[in-house]
């Protein structure tokens, strides 16, 4: 079946500093591959999404590469703010899966 | 736009009640999504339905049922909670008619079982 694992957390860091979560699969075919992010007392919102190899998502200064070759979907941040403070979620939808599979999610704190 | 709108935000049960949560979107969506959120496990699917009149079971079903109410509605109903059952729970709806659209959640219902 599929599966997400990414990094766990948590991660802490100060303000500016660079950002790396990592996020590997493994799914049957061609998955789409999405990170959520969840702030504190809510819902999860879609923060970017790559559809096909080699896509780049990319959403308020994160950004994600999709790597077949290496089943990866890395979220990256040049430069965090506190306003990052949150959860987030690397999930894959496989095909024609109604299903969205999530990892465990990763607490990221930005310190200022 | 309203979304994805759950009900309650918050509940609290004692062991062996009963109680129904609500969802609904507006977005005119097939699939609608139940999912519980617990500390280092992630999100895990409790069941989804695909489409109007049907309902399918995911990762953990046992302890919930469902019901597909008609396309706008999708109800989790815990008949006899357990305080294993202490989670948030999220509801979230897509349109599947490509592999790769995403989900849209609510703002979730933090219950406790007691």
């Known amino acids: 079946g599929n599966s997400v694992t990414q990094m766990e957390g948590p991660v802490t860091l100060s303000e500016e500093a660079f950002l790396t979560i990592n996020c590997t699969y493994t799914a049957t075919g061609y998955p789409s591959l999405f990170w959520y992010v969840q702030y504190p007392g809510e819902g999860l919102q879609l923060l970017l999404k790559?559809?096909?190899?080699?896509d780049k998502g990319s959403n308020k200064g994160f950004e994600a590469t999709y790597r077949k070759e290496t089943t990866s979907f890395h979220l990256e941040k040049g430069s965090v703010q506190v306003s990052d403070s949150a959860v987030y979620f690397c999930a894959l939808r496989g095909g024609s899966n109604y299903k969205l599979t999530f990892g465990k999610g990763t607490l990221l704190t930005v310190n200022p | 736009n309203a979304g994805v709108t759950q009900t309650p935000k918050f509940q609290v049960l004692k062991t062996g009640q009963s109680m129904t949560l609500q969802c609904a979107q507006d977005m005119n969506h097939n699939s609608m999504y139940w999912y519980r959120q617990d500390p280092g496990m992630g999100l895990r699917l409790i069941y989804y339905?695909?489409?109007?009149?049907?309902?399918d079971k995911g990762e953990v079903p046992n302890g919930y049922n469902v019901s597909r109410l008609n396309k706008r509605e999708f109800s989790l109903r815990l008949e006899s909670a357990a305080p294993s059952q202490t989670s948030v729970y999220f509801c979230?709806?897509?349109?599947?008619?490509?592999?790769?659209?995403?989900?849209?959640f609510g703002q979730g219902t933090r219950l406790t079982v007691v």
């Open positions: 339905s695909a489409s109007e009149g049907t309902t």
């Open positions: 979230a709806s897509s349109e599947v008619t490509r592999g790769n659209t995403e989900a849209f």
């Open positions: 790559a559809t096909k190899a080699d």
